[in-house]
């Protein structure tokens, strides 16, 4: 992750629409304040040569003794960081790339056994004995998955697709835009986190497309608590952003979980 120290963390940042607010790009390593002082507790040190640009969304546009105001990344809080170490922007910032799939490379055999990602995660969530295509067991040929999101069982992994629970396009448009080629690589193909890619009925996932919870739930609604949590989990992780209506959405939906 980016060099970014929170000494408080909470699970959700709401942002009216990722990239389209008065945000400040941090331009040299320097720590965010909870109060306007630097003999204020030091919240965060961000570090803008891990992330180009380096985004904080203002909490208030008004400075206070040379600081603004700013959300946090990752956490439900606010800090406040020195104008002489930011530069402020209204508005998408210039140096947005739009979305290519491309950008974010994937499938990839990344311990050199044979087996991309998207064969790990077949392996990984099979609930029965896997057959193989091959002696040496690079592809998958059959076996038995349950998909969370529509509660059914299915048995060949043509009918499947290896879902980011978080969309690539979604991670983009939130966050993921200012990221390395290496670490949108690495978003892309994740396996430490066991339920950042699931294997999922491909046509659902085709209706999910690049959708938030504001947009898409699954049809299974046993599970929505479990995608919710998992949803904001990554967010959380990836400091990446919501928008008000998928955090609403979120929140309506965790208000009636256990």
Partial sequence: MTRIRLLTVAWLVLFPLAGLADYLEVRRETAVYKEPSKKSEKLVTVDP????????????????KGYYQVNLPGANEKGWIY??????YKGQHPGYVAYKRTFYKHWIDEDGDC??????VLIRDADAKVAYQDEDHCKVEASAWKDPYTGKTFTNPKDLDVDHVVPLKNAHESGAWTWSAERKKQYANYLQYEKHLLAVSASENRKKADKGPDRYMPPNAAYHCEYVRIWTKIKRDWELEM???????VQQILENCN
């Fill in 49 to 64: 040569a891990e992330r180009s640009p380096y985004l904080l969304k203002l909490a208030s546009g008004a400075k206070t």
């Fill in 83 to 88: 104008q002489s170490y930011v530069r402020r």
């Fill in 115 to 120: 087996q991309d990602t998207r064969q790990e």
């Fill in 243 to 249: 928008t008000e209506a998928e955090g609403e959405k």
